[in-house]
Structure formats: C-alpha cells, structure tokens
Nanobody, 118 residues
Framework: QVQLVESGGGLVQPGGSLRLSCAASGFTFSSYFMSWYRQAPGKERELVARIGAGGIFTYYTNSVKGRFTISRDNAKNTLYLQMNSLKPEDTALYYC???????????WGQGTQVTVSS
C-alpha cells in the first residue's frame, strides 16, 4: 500500500535551517508529482512547494521563495524540503503528499512538526 513517512522536523531558532524528508513506498515514486503542505494552528492547510516527477519543475508559495528548496531522489524514493532562514511564521505541521494523475493529492503522510522559536 502507498505510504508516505515524513521526518526531520523539530525546534529551531529563527534564522536556522531544517531539512525535511518524506520516504515513499508502495508506488512508482518517479512517476508522480509530489508536494509539501503545512498547517499552522487555527489556519487552513497551505501548499508550500511542489515538484515534478523528474525533479525539473518546481513551484513555491511566495512566502517561502528564496528560503525553501524542494528536491527529490527518485533512486531513494525520497522527497526533501530544505528550509533555510526560518521564521516564526513557518511554524506548522508539515505534510508530504502524492499528486494523483487526476490532479488532486490522493495520499498524505502523518506530518512532522516544525517549530521556529527563540
């Protein structure tokens, strides 16, 4: 069955960095677009970044452009999110998701918490 398992979250000071990972299994990872979302308490879930199946296409929401980098290693079936210059407003539960061929996100991980605080 399809599984997505995030890791790498934690507590970091403002200006710090974290690298999130999403280990995928149960499907042909290299055939699918993948996404990172986040949800802060009391807020709606928002798309943070998306990457094409081959890793060439990328999209970022405006608030993270220039600070976050999405990447993937198709040989390792793993999705990454490198987060630099972190701000308190980046605090959220971060999820990875598989983009289905129908254009929706059909499988989600359980999330990894990122807290940016001094």
């Amino acid at each position: 069955q399809v599984q997505l398992v995030e890791s790498g979250g934690g507590l970091v000071q403002p200006g710090g960095s974290l690298r999130l990972s999403c280990a995928a299994s149960g499907f042909t990872f290299s055939s699918y677009f993948m996404s990172w979302y986040r949800q802060a308490p009391g807020k709606e879930r928002e798309l943070v970044a998306r990457i094409g199946a081959g890793g060439i296409f990328t999209y970022y929401t405006n608030s993270v452009k220039g600070r976050f980098t999405i990447s993937r290693d198709n040989a390792k079936n793993t999705l990454y999110l490198q987060m630099n210059s972190l701000k308190p407003e980046d605090t959220a539960l971060y999820y990875c998701a598989r983009r289905s061929t129908l254009g929706d996100d059909d499988y989600w991980g359980q999330g990894t918490q990122v807290t940016v605080s001094s």
